[in-house]
């Protein structure tokens, strides 16, 4: 720093990010501290550019843009969580959408901006809100285009592939993340994000490093999971206060989790995605609609590996693989071959037993290309007997509400037991909304 330099800054007063606008003297100073060091990235227009996100005391945050020219120049300059001295950014108005808070302005970082790093022993806990989704409730945004925020520690690593995408190669990695529900995930690195913080996770996998992975996409790939996106952001042990650390609860709980990963239950779709909550069920019209994965039914199943299912606001042809389909037929892929090899009609058989059931079902839908015209379709991802889980719930209900052995008339929990099973099974006749909207089911067959 020059004779100069220093001058001007000794006569520059601290201020925070909203102080500064388009009307603000020029010679300002903001000691902000880097929340997101992102990795250089490639525009539409095929153009280099790194962006930052700062964060100043008062918790409001701004996005902090290096372009092309000046990539070098800051090559090693900002480090994850780091506090520095920040004068003379050049300010570019923010459309709304973009915008982090309520500061309406990103910085370009210029040869002009100083920066200089703020003396410090350690960095502070960050001065920001932190929302994060449980891992329970990330079956409602499943492809849907709303990417979450998640909090974990990672207790796998695994090794990094190389992926061939036709016109280039990716780099991807998966990781296994747990959360304070002692629910396990998968969330994929992909490129950058892969080869920089991916590589850094790998170094730290045994110490069951905490990372929070801000604006990832929820995804149906291994029954249910989590992947990185364009904008997406990795923070790895990021400096929080005490009720954000999960390392005394990762190390009470060490030999539980080690347990639940030994089982692979992070494949495991009947932890991840249970049977829904009746709130949860929308009309088979609104999903289709919307074309994203949700959570259908009930309705009639009618056919077998590729099925018309109908709750009389809509319908649609949707595959059914194993080990789903088991749960509506009486064969499995083995048990069908050698009827078939004993000449048995199993196609009746098949198709008189499932006539009267009914499904849940979470659904993904996507497009395939055929002679360049769209075509939507429909794979049940998971589904749901509600005759089996009514069943289920009946045999909870009993078996923490044991009868009376001195009493040969009922008691209130058992009547109330009664009654709440007859509403399951009227209810499984047809759908149920936030309005409680029965539908009469389809009977076609397929």
Request: hydrophobic share 30%.
């Amino acid at each position: 720093m020059t004779n100069k330099q220093k001058h001007d800054h000794m006569e520059r007063e601290l201020s925070n990010i909203l102080d500064i606008t388009p009307n603000h003297n020029k010679k300002w100073t903001v000691i902000i501290q880097v929340l997101e060091c992102g990795n250089t990235k490639q525009s539409k227009t095929k153009s280099n550019y790194r962006r930052l996100i700062f964060i100043d005391t008062q918790g409001t945050k701004v996005s902090a843009l290096i372009f092309s020219s000046y990539l070098e120049f800051y090559k090693n300059t900002f480090q994850a969580y780091k506090c520095y001295r920040i004068s003379n950014a050049k300010l570019i108005p923010t459309e709304p959408r973009y915008r982090l808070s309520s500061y309406e302005h990103s910085w370009s970082l210029t040869k002009h901006t100083l920066v200089e790093p703020q003396p410090e022993l350690s960095p502070p806990p960050l001065p920001c809100l932190f929302t994060f989704t449980p891992f329970s409730q990330m079956f409602k945004y499943a492809d849907a285009g709303n990417n979450q925020n998640v909090r974990g520690v990672v207790i796998k690593c695994f090794p990094s592939q190389q992926i061939d995408q036709g016109a280039k190669t990716s780099s991807k990695r998966d990781v296994i993340i747990v959360n304070e529900e002692k629910k396990l995930l998968i969330l994929t690195l992909w490129d950058s994000l892969n080869d920089n913080e991916g590589k850094a996770i790998e170094e730290l996998t045994q110490n069951g490093p905490m990372i929070f992975a801000i604006r990832v996409k929820v995804t149906t790939f291994y029954g249910l999971s989590l992947s990185i996106t364009n904008g997406s952001s990795i923070l790895i042990n990021p400096p929080v206060k005490a009720d954000l650390q999960l390392d005394n609860w990762f190390q009470q709980n060490n030999n539980e989790i080690k347990e639940l990963l030994r089982k692979e239950s992070y494949k495991d779709t009947d932890i991840l995605l249970p049977h829904p909550e009746e709130e949860d069920i929308i009309p088979m019209a609104v999903a289709v609609t919307r074309m994203e994965n949700m959570l259908v039914g009930p309705s009639h199943v009618l056919s077998r590996a590729t099925i018309n299912i109908d709750d009389g606001s809509g319908s649609i042809c949707a595959t059914i693989s194993t080990p789903d389909i088991e749960k509506f037929i009486q064969f499995n892929p083995n048990s069908l071959r050698e009827a078939e090899e004993n000449g048995e009609e199993v196609h009746v058989k098949i198709a008189a037993s499932i006539k009267s059931l009914s499904i849940v079902a979470f659904v993904r839908s996507y497009q395939t290309y055929h002679q360049q015209k769209p075509t939507k379709r429909f794979v049940i991802v998971k589904a749901y007997n509600p005759q089996q889980q009514n069943t289920h719930n009946q045999q909870q209900i009993e078996t923490s509400n044991p009868p009376d052995p001195q009493s040969s008339t009922k008691t209130p929990s058992s009547m109330q037991t009664q009654k709440r099973s007859q509403h399951q099974i009227e209810r499984s006749k047809g759908i149920e909304t936030s309005t409680a909207a029965p539908i009469r089911p389809s009977k076609k067959m397929k």
